[in-house]
């Protein structure tokens, strides 16, 4: 079984920059794609940015060209890079890992955006 623990959330400035971690731990094998997922206040939980264990990558359409998932199997960890963000990316952001026929989440790191 798979644990992840996500870590970096804080506060920052509109325009500022912030760097998420997912650690993960257990029995790491038939991962097959490893995701940043958030959701806002009264919203749906959304897909942020996703790497699969090719290491083909996909973003939402918000984030495309501000955020970078990146991944060192060394430490076992993906981030999620944040640039230029804005109030809007205020959110709890959770790590995810699809294992075999399973999802994974961590338990969420809040990113608050705001002057």
């Known amino acids: 079984q798979v644990q992840l623990v996500e870590s970096g959330g804080g506060l920052v400035q509109p325009g500022g920059s912030l760097r998420l971690s997912c650690v993960a731990s257990g029995r790491m094998f038939s991962i097959n794609a490893m995701a940043w997922y958030r959701q806002a206040p009264g919203n749906e939980r959304e897909m942020v940015a996703i790497m699969t264990s090719a290491g083909s990558i996909s973003y939402g359409d918000s984030v495309k060209g501000r955020f970078t998932i990146s991944r060192d199997d060394a430490k076992n960890t993906v981030y999620l890079g944040m640039n230029s963000l804005k109030f809007e990316d205020t959110a709890v952001y959770y790590c995810?890992?699809?294992?075999?026929?399973?999802?994974?989440w961590g338990q969420g790191t809040l990113v608050t955006v705001s002057s």
């Open positions: 995810n890992y699809a294992v075999g026929h399973l999802e994974v």
